[in-house]
T-cell receptor
Framework: DAGVTQSPTHLIKTRGQQVTLRCSPKSGHDTVSWYQQALGQGPQFIFQYYEEEERQRGNFPDRFSGHQFPNYSSELNVNALLLGDSALYLCASSLAYQGYSPLHFGNGTRLTVT | QKEVEQNSGPLSVPEGAIASLNCTYS??????FFWYRQYSGKSPELIMFIYSNGDKEDGRFTAQLNKASQYVSLLIRDSQPSDSATYLCAVNGNSTGAGSYQLTFGKGTKLSVIP
């Protein structure tokens, strides 16, 4: 049973560029959430997708956008990269409307902005 | 703004001892509480979750919740060097619905188990 998979594992970009990160949820899950984890900090919620729509959004600028596809996979796009966007980006999947369904995280994408 | 506070540590315990990790949260309406373990350079791994006041045990791990005091803790019995990691406390304010997956995390407590 495949867990949450993310690609790529590592990415190096230059300030001002754009980046796309990808996530496939755990088999049977239909909801994808994205988190940003800066060094030494806990993960911070970016947004959550369900039924191909953004359902919840954290305190992140519009430079951060996403998409969910009919197969439940998801993309996170970040435009006009800043040095401060360097972080571990985590995707988590879950099953909606299941009450106490814990999040299961993928291995993350380490983004470095130079 | 919802906040989750943890002592950043490091917390050092000898092998075989009990490690006690603590977490407080600001949102009194919080419904569910999670402990994640994160090894350096890796992603968070779910250890336990708890929703009701009291204790919940799973193997060497016990989660304790006191909603009146807005306090949740994790006890690790018979600590092993392999338990050395950062432990993240996470809180969810809404237990059901499509909006129920916005977790607020603490900064984590770094645990070191000394052989």
């Amino acid at each position: 049973d495949a867990g949450v998979t993310q690609s790529p594992t590592h990415l190096i970009k230059t300030r001002g560029q754009q980046v796309t990160l990808r996530c496939s949820p755990k088999s049977g899950h239909d909801t994808v959430s994205w988190y940003q984890q800066a060094l030494g900090q806990g993960p911070q919620f970016i947004f959550q997708y369900y039924e191909e729509e953004e359902r919840q959004r954290g305190n992140f600028p519009d430079r951060f956008s996403g998409h969910q596809f009919p197969n439940y996979s998801s993309e996170l796009n970040v435009n006009a990269l800043l040095l401060g966007d360097s972080a571990l980006y985590l995707c988590a999947s879950s099953l909606a409307y299941q009450g106490y369904s814990p999040l299961h995280f993928g291995n993350g994408t380490r983004l470095t902005v130079t | 703004q919802k906040e989750v506070e943890q002592n950043s540590g490091p917390l050092s315990v000898p092998e075989g001892a009990i490690a006690s990790l603590n977490c407080t949260y600001s949102d009194r309406g919080s419904q569910s509480f999670f402990w994640y373990r994160q090894y350096s350079g890796k992603s968070p791994e779910l250890i336990m979750f708890i929703y009701s006041n009291g204790d919940k045990e799973d193997g060497r791990f016990t989660a304790q919740l006191n909603k009146a005091s807005q306090y949740v803790s994790l006890l690790i019995r018979d600590s092993q060097p392999s338990d050395s990691a950062t432990y993240l406390c996470a809180v969810n304010g809404n237990s059901t619905g499509a909006g129920s997956y916005q977790l607020t995390f603490g900064k984590g407590t770094k645990l070191s188990v000394i052989p």
